[in-house]
């Protein structure tokens, strides 16, 4: 006797969230055949319950948004100060959410029909795409430390055979575990799996690649989509009028703008900080004498202050006629336009697809902000954007890859090598006669 008031319990939200959406009656009906996931239960702190009851829902939502969005930042400081590998770390512990969300909404829309090994299949892939992108990057950047150890100079020589058979046995349980009355859903799911892979694990491998090229190019990124995310949400929260898209009905011109100027301004003023440190700028290496990571170097001509003549309109409006700025804060201005003008497209997409759906949020993981998904859904679009600029416009040549790979050579190899390179240098006059001589 109690399935149907669970029923009518279950029901009234999602009715109260398609009006909350704006949803029209037309877009219900054309999505009237999209089963409806399960909507999860508000789980605010009861503290903050308490302490927030006087409020409206409206002031409610602001107080308890700002409250843990300062609780992330703070996490954010004190996992930046535990090091690069703690980052790592965390990178993957999102990377498994975000996926584990997506693959739960799909789970939760056609877990009625059954279908045979769907989850397994989905964690499976999963497990061969992460063994496939993070067997690159040991291989890429800890060479010396593969080639000590037998196992895994094997593992290295065979890692691209070994993740396509992997990929293969998943590929054959997925024909095997085809049922004849289901097979187009199947399929569906087959390739949600897939671009949910495309879109977590492919952008969180890029992440750590841009951490390998120095923590600014992690934390820089980063801290400009949480900037114009909060900086959009305070102009729209005090001055929003003008809708922007339909996708999101929240979001306003007022505060893509203001996010947009303040987002370019923090990035500014972020990278002249972080530009003088040491710590932060260094490439992510890893020593192979002390068997650890290590942030030392002497800094590129991107991170050594060097002065700037303004422009004439500039030097009318400030007085000043020369500044003097890193190169990075420069490239900063792009990566701050990106995240504040293309970055928010990210957050459109996921809305997009959670009204597909009919669902607010993906997960109700934090409080006020929804699932990892819903927080992280303009990251990845920006993570790819940072790998992309720093293969276009920063990174050059790498002489210790060079080396390593040098060294990985037979012997006779190498002194073919060493020749060519001494003929070529001889002839370019770079080596003195006597050195020739020898």
């Known amino acids: 006797g109690t399935e149907p008031a669970e029923r009518v319990q279950v029901d009234r939200p999602q009715t109260l969230r398609g009006e909350k959406d704006g949803m029209s009656d037309t877009e219900s009906k054309v999505d009237s055949g999209v089963p409806e996931v399960p909507v999860p ?122 993740s396509f058979a992997l990929y293969v046995i998943g590929f054959c349980m997925f024909v095997l575990s085809l049922v004849k009355k289901h097979y187009r859903l199947q399929f569906y799911m087959f390739g949600w799996t897939h671009v949910t892979l495309l879109i977590v694990v492919t952008q969180s491998h890029l992440i750590i690649h841009n951490l390998f090229e120095g923590m600014i190019w992690f934390i820089v990124p980063i801290s400009c989509v949480i900037c114009n995310d909060i900086m959009a949400y305070m102009f729209g929260f005090f001055f929003g009028r003008t809708p922007l898209i339909k996708l999101s009905p929240k979001k306003t011109w007022e505060g893509f703008i203001g996010g947009f100027f303040s987002t370019i301004v923090f990035g500014i003023l972020l990278s002249y900080v972080m530009a003088s440190y040491r710590y932060f700028v260094c490439p992510v290496e890893f020593n192979n004498d002390s068997n650890s990571f290590q942030v030392d170097c002497e800094p590129s001509e991107l991170f050594q202050l060097q002065e700037y003549v303004l422009p004439s309109i500039l030097e009318s409006a400030t007085g000043w006629t020369t500044v003097r700025l890193y190169p990075f804060q420069i490239h900063s201005i792009a990566l701050s336009s990106f995240a504040s003008i293309v970055g928010p497209f990210g957050g459109f997409f996921a809305s997009g697809f959670k009204r597909a759906f009919k669902i607010k949020d993906f997960a109700n993981t934090i409080p006020g902000h929804g699932g990892i998904m819903d927080r992280f859904d303009c990251q990845y679009l920006m993570a790819t954007f940072v790998n992309v600029y720093i293969a276009s416009f920063i990174r050059g040549p790498n002489p210790t890859k060079v080396i390593q790979q040098l060294l990985a050579l037979r012997f006779d190899q190498q002194l073919h090598i060493f020749n060519s390179l001494k003929a070529h240098l001889t002839e370019k006059g770079l080596l003195p006669a006597a050195e020739v001589a020898a």
């Open 41 to 162: 239960p508000d789980d605010t702190p009861e503290v903050l319950n308490k302490a927030l009851s006087g409020l409206s829902s409206r002031w409610k939502n602001w107080w308890v948004r700002g409250i843990l969005t300062l609780a992330m930042i703070f996490f954010f400081f004190f996992i930046v100060y535990l090091g690069p590998i703690v980052l790592m770390v965390i990178v993957l512990c999102v990377q498994i959410k975000c996926f584990q969300e997506i693959i739960t909404i799909g789970y939760s829309v056609y877990h009625s029909y059954d279908l045979p090994w769907f989850r397994t299949l989905s964690w499976y892939f999963l497990l061969c795409v992460n063994y496939f992108f993070y067997g690159e990057t040991v291989t890429d950047y800890f060479f010396t430390l593969v080639q000590r150890e037998e196992p895994l100079r094997i593992l290295s020589r065979y890692h691209r055979f070994i």
